[in-house]
């Protein structure tokens, strides 16, 4: 199963995070890490939903120890990695992948949440990471790299994540 402990991910992205975190706290930002390291395995099973079958995406994400998803939770895609290289023929690695990113995302009544885009606890969050040197996915563009300013497009937009280059 994914780990949602920062002991998965390299000593500099799990130090940098732990600063970003430890402000968060001191903000009264409440957060939790939802995804930390990923195995090629889970990263596929990730990124089957919204492109495969329902009955695909389940046997992919159970055999990961993932809960099955209904139809309706397959109906967006989550990633555009799908867990293998380039060139061996796949659409290219996660930074989860490599240790070197992680997803946390806003907490109400203790039960993580993934509010509207301009939910301001998004931003918040994203303050404390981005002052640590990660990049933030709520900046990208639909193909990953960072917005232009006045880009306001949210294809593929990942508000959740951080990851270090």
């Not at 490599?98 to 969050?125: M, Y």
């Amino acid at each position: 199963m994914m780990s949602r402990l920062l002991e998965g991910l390299t000593p500099e992205t799990r130090m940098k995070a732990g600063k970003a975190i430890a402000r968060l706290r001191r903000e009264g930002v409440p957060h939790v890490v939802t995804c930390g390291f990923r195995t090629e395995a889970e990263q596929y099973a990730l990124w089957c939903q919204g492109r495969k079958p329902l009955a695909e995406v389940n046997e992919a994400r159970v055999k990961v120890g993932m809960y099955r998803l209904s139809e309706k939770e397959n109906t967006y895609t989550v990633t555009n990695a799908n867990g293998k290289r380039v060139s061996e023929g796949g659409t290219g690695r996660s930074a989860h992948q490599t240790g070197k990113a992680l997803d946390v995302v806003p907490l109400d009544n203790g039960r993580a949440v993934w509010p509207p885009h301009a939910d301001s606890r998004w931003k918040q969050i994203a303050a404390a990471f981005i002052e640590q040197g990660f990049t933030w996915g709520g900046d990208w563009n639909g193909d990953g790299r960072t917005k232009l300013d006045g880009d306001d497009s949210e294809d593929m937009v990942d508000y959740p994540h951080y990851q270090l280059m």
